[in-house]
């Protein structure tokens, strides 16, 4: 945190009956087992937990006061109750930021935002003490935990939203108050929450104009939403980006003499007042140029130089789980895309799974499992990737999960399901070999890691 705060304070931004004296605090925790000494404990509640409970041990590991929606009696420290817990770090999250010198900037976007993120925060810690979102703390208390992460010395920082319903990201959005912002595409991803496309394109606008200090929103001119976002943004300045040569004159940013080879990609980006940088960035497929635009573009927007830029995208490194490479088991190649999973993703990852294969003189092999949270669109998205597969020329399809039949039978010769990844990883095991190139991926739900894990050269085969 960037200083003290009082326990009293909630009580200016939001309901709140202060029992007890007033306490001040520097730390903030939401777990009592990993709390500490001087600790302000919040005691979150969910759909299978309730932090209230805990509260007495979080008094016993020296917590210095207790933001609760329960009072809990008998307890000797101040406690603040609320009506709603999560609100209330939200809020602690908002006066911590409040209180910061350094220039903020949220993005989301249904894919690519964690990958963007990364590369915006590589970018500007070229010149800036930079703070940004660790892993996927990107939800209602991801966020507010990584505003109160927030120093004093920080120059920057890169928060990332995301949702799973409307209303999420216009909440964290106004708590994280950007100057700067991006929305880097809309998909059918959380449709349950959504509703529709059209529900997910609302949502990822609420980042627009949710916060009194956004001035300079970033846009991805490829994305078929993106008229709707700069009707949104009304007088805000509009920077727009693109990978589409046919688009010169009409963006702000643009990859020109794009190649993606070997592994990596190399391209030009060219930019406002004759700005051209010659980019080489050690990642596969034209998506992740796409996002290092898409970074560039915000980092350049906050701030950054154009040598930043260069050096930083040249660093950059799969990110675990994200079409980073793996020795597997046989000697072939696996491809470890098990992070996440929606139709665009997959769409964009069987392209760098055929690319490579065709490169290596190799077999193509997909292996998946469902793509969940897609709502009356489900056994439609999964038939359209098996129809994907092949269209682009995949050789197998390999599909554990009851959604991921649809692809198989859409897929047709050469297509495999499996009752269990078990099974799957059994079968994987005895076939893949030094010919084969093998994508892995699917929704977290589906634990496709597991399979990556096990296929692995120091897994079980």
């Known amino acids: 945190m960037i200083s003290e ?28 087992r990993s709390l500490s000494a001087g600790d302000l404990f919040v005691a979150l509640q969910g759909d299978n937990f309730d932090g209230n409970q805990f509260a007495e041990q979080a008094v016993s590991s020296g917590a210095c006061g207790l933001i609760v929606s329960q009072l809990q009696p008998g307890l000797d420290v101040p406690q603040l109750q609320v009506g709603n817990t999560e609100k209330a770090l939200g809020w602690l999250g908002y006066l911590n930021r409040k209180q910061s010198r350094a220039t903020v900037i949220a993005l989301t976007g249904s894919q690519g935002k964690t990958s963007v993120k990364e590369m915006t925060q590589r970018i500007l810690s070229e010149e800036f003490s930079t703070h940004y979102t660790k892993g996927n703390l990107n939800n209602t208390v991801g966020a507010p935990l990584t505003l109160l992460a927030m120093d004093a010395h920080h120059e920057r920082a890169v928060i990332e939203l995301g949702a799973n319903s409307a209303g999420e990201i216009a909440w964290t959005a106004m708590l994280t108050d950007p100057e700067v912002v991006l929305i880097n595409n809309a998909s059918e991803t959380h449709l349950e929450g959504f509703g529709s496309l ?45 990978i589409d040569e046919s688009k010169a004159g009409a963006v702000d940013y643009l ?49 950054a130089t154009a040598r930043s830029v260069q050096l930083a995208l040249s660093r950059m ?102 009752e269990s990844r078990q099974s799957l990883i059994d079968f994987a095991i005895n076939s893949l070999d030094t010919n084969k190139v093998a994508l892995v991926k699917g929704s977290r739900s589906a634990a496709m890691d597991t399979v990556v894990t096990a296929l692995k050269t120091e897994g079980a085969c």
Not at 26 to 31: G, I
Not at 361 to 388: C, F, N, Q
């Open 255 to 303: 990859a020109t003499q794009l190649e993606c080879s070997g592994g990596e990609s190399r391209f030009v980006l060219r930019g406002p007042e004759g700005l051209e940088i010659s980019c080489l960035l050690p990642l596969p497929g034209s998506h992740n140029v796409a996002n290092a635009v898409a970074a560039a573009s915000l980092a350049l927007s906050a701030g």
């Open 5 to 32: 705060l009082k326990l009293s304070e909630l009580q200016s931004v939001m309901p709140a009956h202060l029992h007890g004296r007033d306490v001040v605090f520097n730390k903030v925790s939401t777990d009592s």
């Open 317 to 418: 490194k799969a990110v675990k789980g994200r079409l980073s490479d793996v020795s597997g088991c046989g000697g072939c190649t696996l491809i470890d895309d098990s992070y996440n999973a929606s139709p665009n993703s997959f769409r964009a990852a069987i392209d760098v799974l055929v690319s490579s294969a065709d490169e290596k003189g190799k077999t193509s092999i997909l292996i998946m499992g469902d793509m969940a949270e897609m709502g009356g669109e489900a056994e439609l998205a999964h038939r359209r990737v098996g129809e994907y597969a092949k269209a682009a020329g995949v050789a197998e399809v390999w599909a554990t999960g009851l959604l991921s039949k649809q692809a198989i039978d859409s897929f047709g010769h050469g297509g495999q399901w499996f």
């Open 198 to 242: 059209l529900g997910v394109v609302e949502a990822k606008g609420e980042i627009i104009d949710s916060a009194e200090s956004t001035k300079v929103v970033v846009l991805n001119a490829d994305d078929p939403s993106v008229e709707v976002w700069k009707t949104r943004a009304g007088q805000r300045t509009v920077v727009l980006f693109s």
